[in-house]
């Protein structure tokens, strides 16, 4: 199977346990905290099937890059936080350095 696709679901995986951590309060609430560990368990089995084909360094950085962004749109959307216009500059530097390295960079496994 396409490695991408694993790190796909490895990003999914750790975003929904990222989110749901919240809602756990402290672990106190059984089902949030259930999905979190569920989750997380699901990132890091995906995410080292990833690592059979792609370099660690980029693999992670496209992770944890994807990560950042989606757990930001889900606590702006869901929690209501805020969000200024210097959160939205750095969001986009990091897509940016995600994409250059996906694309430009010569350690990226194309």
Do not use: C, R
Not at 61 to 85: F, P, R
Request: glycine share 10%; aromatic share 12%; no cysteine.
């Amino acid at each position: 199977m396409n490695p991408w696709i694993f790190l796909s679901i490895a990003i999914i995986a750790e975003v929904i346990a990222t989110s749901a951590l919240k809602a756990s309060d402290g672990f106190s609430n059984t089902l949030p905290a259930t999905i979190v560990i569920v989750g997380y368990g699901a990132a890091f089995y995906f995410l080292s099937l990833t690592l059979k084909a792609i370099p660690v360094g980029i693999a992670y950085a496209v992770w944890s890059g994807a990560g950042i962004v989606l757990v930001t749109a889900i606590a702006w959307i869901l929690y209501g936080q805020k969000l200024d216009v210097w959160a939205f500059v750095g969001i986009g530097l990091i897509v940016s350095g995600v994409a250059v390295l996906n694309l430009l960079s010569k350690v990226s496994a194309h």
